[in-house]
């Protein structure tokens, strides 16, 4: 069984993904979409929770607690830490903590909530388009004393970065890479996408859309 094709069943089955036209923060016209905010059920959270756990575990990425940046990664990382606990290759009950996007000036303070920031930490996050998000969790974990291990993520869409005009050899995924030094893992990619698309006919009409995606903008 493949967690990753299986991933990319299961965002279909749930809506979360897309097949059609779409207009995407880089202003392409992408053929297909995912909207990880669509996980809004106990079932479905818990079970993507599952997907993200079981990709972290078989990375073989070493690590010692997970960060959810705000506000999508909270959710992510308080069930993943969840999952993980579930996970039967996982032996540590691994700690999670999450920013606020306003430091409160009250009550405990700061803008930090959840297990203190330290040893090696893995971001979890759902797409990462321009690497904005990262590069914040990266100054937050490093400001405390930890080290950024990896990033987590739901989907790799591997396209290249930058204007159609001057596209960069590298997608946004391995300009964090290389700029951090840290691996990025994804449950599932474009190229998964692509090979259910091979695979299951019932989204054929959609895979000659996909594939010529790819063909411009992959990496
Ligand atoms: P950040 O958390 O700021 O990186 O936002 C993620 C962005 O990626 C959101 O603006 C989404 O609209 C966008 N996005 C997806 O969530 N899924 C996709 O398949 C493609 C995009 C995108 O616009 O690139």
Redesign the pocket.
């Known amino acids: 069984m493949s967690n990753r094709l299986d991933f990319v069943r299961f965002a279909l089955e749930q809506g979360v993904l897309k097949f059609g036209e779409f207009k ?3 202003g392409r016209l ?1 053929p297909y ?4 905010g669509l996980f809004n059920t106990g079932r479905s959270i818990g079970q993507l929770a599952t997907f993200y756990a079981n990709a972290l575990v078989d990375s073989g990425v070493v690590f010692d607690m997970l960060f959810g940046p705000a506000y ?1 990664g909270i959710s992510l990382a308080a069930t993943t830490a969840v999952a993980l606990g579930n996970h039967p290759k996982q032996e540590k009950d691994v700690p999670f903590a999450f920013n606020r996007k306003e430091a409160k000036d009250h009550g405990e303070g700061g803008v930090l909530v959840g297990a203190p920031l330290q040893g090696k930490v893995v971001i979890i ?6 690497g ?2 990262v590069r914040e969790s990266v100054e937050i974990i490093r400001q405390a004393g930890a080290t950024p291990a990896a990033v987590l993520i739901a989907l790799d ?1 591997m396209e290249r970065a930058g204007a159609d005009d001057a596209l960069s050899p590298h997608s946004a995924v391995q300009e964090v890479e290389q700029k951090y030094g840290i691996p990025v893992v994804s449950i599932a990619s474009l190229n998964d996408i692509m090979q259910l698309l091979i695979q299951d006919n019932t989204f054929a009409s959609y895979k000659d859309s996909v594939q010529a995606y790819r063909d411009k903008y992959g990496v």
């Open positions: 995407v923060k880089s992408s979409f995912f909207n990880a999508k996050d759902d797409v990462i388009t321009a904005t998000s869409r």
